[in-house]
């Protein structure tokens, strides 16, 4: 029940994100056409031009890191969902989210994880692989392994006891072993010492019902943005390029329009956003010449 109104709440919420991008595509598209922005467009273009000329090594590494957060973001999806839907016993590596603390340090009282020198704990969060269990001889004493509980829990605690059906384990930070024999059939898997610190919690929440639902949510959203955000600069371009072939032949000149005012003097851009809120066809002045741009047909 609570899934559902939260899936209730997201999808308002999208709703009204995708009811504004429609508002703000429309508004902008007439803006543009109409002349409202072009001394803003004209100006920004320029900016644009020698900000790539300074700075195109940092732009392509910033697209080259979202690339790789992306990447990992789908990874972490892929592995949390396999872990979610997939049979244990049909895959040769499985993952596992540690949720308690019980392999986070280590007890007193366990006196063979200091005899021994055993310190790979396990904290709360951390995302963890394990690898398949095809026997019982596949694990030595002292292995940390996953196995299923009575309640259908996955547990992780380390082998401290191995006999010929069974084995018995303890969580390092407990100071009791755990009250059931573990047979085959109910061990996960083996810990390969392989782990990702800390995104166990995350990971989780991209393969559960909410994560998922949220996921798809913001996916459908970007669509409509990128879409909504392709159609306004492709008008852009159409009117900076009618712009520009208005006002090649001038070296210095004013373009008044709606947002401001940019007077350009000897190729130096100057911009001044308008005080007020006023509506007026762009206009293009160049010594004693004057001459309203009319909208691009």
């Known amino acids: 029940m609570v899934f559902y109104i939260v899936l209730t709440i997201l999808l308002i919420i999208a709703l009204i994100v995708v009811t504004f991008l429609i508002y703000e595509r429309q508004t902008?598209?007439?803006?543009?056409?109409?002349?409202?922005?072009?001394a803003e467009l004209i100006y920004e273009r320029h900016e644009d031009l020698e900000k790539n000329k300074?700075?195109?090594?940092?732009?392509?590494s910033l697209d080259?890191?979202?690339?790789?957060?992306?990447?990992?973001?789908?990874?972490?999806?892929?592995?949390?969902?396999i872990d979610k839907v997939i049979n244990v016993s049909s895959l040769p590596l499985k993952s596992v989210v540690i949720a308690s603390g019980s392999m986070s340090e280590k007890n007193e009282e366990n006196d063979y994880l200091f005899e021994n020198k055993l310190d790979n704990q396990i904290?709360?969060?951390d995302l963890i692989f394990l690898t398949k269990v095809d026997s019982l001889d596949d694990i030595k004493l002292y292995d940390i392994i996953c196995y299923v509980n009575e309640d259908d829990l996955r547990i992780v605690h380390r082998v401290v006891e191995i006999h010929d059906t069974y084995l018995k384990?303890?969580?390092?930070?407990?100071?009791?072993?755990?009250?059931?024999?573990?047979?085959?059939?109910r061990i996960v898997g083996k810990y390969n010492n392989f782990k990702i610190p800390g995104v166990g919690s995350f990971t989780f929440f991209l393969s559960s019902d909410y994560g998922i639902s949220t996921l798809c949510i913001i996916f459908v959203l970007s669509i409509i943005y990128c879409y909504v955000r392709s159609s306004i600069e492709k008008e852009e371009e159409k009117r900076i390029k009618y712009v520009l072939e208005e006002i090649k032949d001038y070296q210095s000149?004013?373009?008044?329009?709606?947002?401001?005012?940019?007077?350009?003097?000897?190729?130096?851009?100057?911009?001044?956003?308008n005080k007020e809120d006023i509506t007026i066809?762009?206009?293009?002045?160049?010594?004693?010449?004057?001459?309203?741009l009319k909208k691009e047909k």
């Not at 598209?29 to 409202?36: F, L, Q, T």
């Open 54 to 60: 300074k700075h195109k090594i940092l732009k392509k």
């Open 281 to 292: 066809t762009s206009l293009l002045k160049s010594g004693d010449f004057n001459k309203e």
């Open 123 to 125: 904290q709360v969060n």
């Open 28 to 38: 902008s598209i007439k803006e543009i056409k109409v002349g409202e922005l072009d």
């Open 64 to 81: 080259i890191g979202l690339d790789v957060l992306i990447v990992i973001l789908g990874l972490l999806f892929i592995v949390g969902a």
């Open 169 to 185: 384990t303890r969580g390092d930070a407990n100071n009791a072993t755990d009250d059931i024999d573990i047979t085959l059939d």
């Open 253 to 273: 000149f004013s373009l008044i329009s709606s947002c401001g005012t940019l007077t350009v003097v000897d190729d130096k851009y100057n911009y001044e956003e």
